[in-house]
Structures are given as structure tokens and as C-alpha cells.
């Protein structure tokens, strides 16, 4: 577990943003829950389309990018097809090429039962030689207006 993960479970309201994503019927494993690999592909996803779509930067055509460099999850409810989820992003740390997140997921319907908590860590580096480059100024600003109350980190 990251040292900058609370030690106590977050609420809602920790989280600066809240983006939506679905279960889809392939994410349930054979044990009728979603796969813990899911989650993953959900921080993921919540992440980058927040990202991508508040700034609208082409991630395809940009000369950096972001990469994953750490990541962790620690499960505490069950989830299963079909759910419509939220995660919640709060930045925790914001450095010269990297930031770190707090994540969050819960059904959206139970908005006081968080099923999962999270860090990741993306490094941003150029896209040619993926060298670690300063993490692009939109992104920054963007990133900057997620920032976790520290008392809660």
C-alpha cells in the first residue's frame, strides 16, 4: 500500500471529481463478481477521460505521454454486472513529472458504501524516448484544481 494512502476509508465528498463508468457483461468472473483486473481498467479510464476530455489534448498525437509507474487497489464491497459506478479522483501529490491519485469507487446508488480504494501513480515522458518530461502546463492546471485537502490524505 502506498504511504500516501489514508489510512482511514474516504468519503464521497473526498474526492474533487466524480466520473461516471459502467460494468459491461464481460467484466464479472466466474465467481459473479467483477474481476479484480476491472478495477484497474476503471481507475484507468476515469483518469484519462477526465483528463482528455476537460482539456481536449489529442493523447494520440501528443509528443508525451502518461504511463502508469504504480498502482494498488484495496477491495472492500463487491461490484457486479450491470452497476453503474462512480470513481472519484483526488490528486495527492502533484511533482515536476509525476502525480499520484487517490481513487475512489463506488455504485451509484449507494453513494455512502465505497466499494474500493485506490493510488496511482503516472509519470509523464516523452513520447519518442521516453525520458521523463515536466508534466504538460494544461494538464498541471487541470490536475492542480483536483488536489486532495491534505488533512484528508
Not at 474481476?35 to 481507475?43: D, E, I, K, P, R
Not at 513529472?97 to 449507494?110: A, I, M, P
Not at 455512502?112 to 493510488?119: E, L, N, P, S, T
Not at 492546471?141 to 490524505?153: C, E, T, Y
Amino acid at each position: 500500500m502506498a504511504t500516501d494512502e489514508p489510512t482511514v476509508t474516504p468519503a464521497r465528498d473526498d474526492f474533487p471529481v466524480h466520473w461516471p463508468v459502467t460494468t459491461r457483461w464481460t467484466d464479472n468472473d466466474m465467481f459473479g463478481h467483477l474481476n479484480n483486473a476491472v478495477y484497474y481498467a476503471l481507475f484507468d479510464t476515469a483518469i484519462n477521460g477526465w483528463i482528455n476530455t476537460s482539456i481536449g489534448i489529442d493523447p494520440l498525437a501528443a509528443p508525451w505521454l502518461g504511463v502508469v509507474a504504480e498502482s494498488g487497489c484495496r477491495y472492500l464491497a463487491e461490484l457486479r454486472f450491470p452497476q453503474p459506478l462512480s470513481v472519484g479522483l483526488a490528486v495527492t501529490r502533484l511533482g515536476n513529472s509525476s502525480v499520484t491519485y487517490r481513487l475512489g469507487l463506488w455504485q451509484q446508488d449507494e453513494p455512502d458504501q465505497i466499494a474500493a480504494v485506490g493510488h496511482w501513480v503516472h509519470v509523464y515522458v516523452d513520447r519518442a524516448d521516453r525520458r521523463p518530461v515536466p508534466i504538460p502546463e494544461p494538464i498541471r492546471a487541470l490536475l492542480d484544481k483536483a488536489r486532495a485537502d491534505p488533512h484528508q490524505a
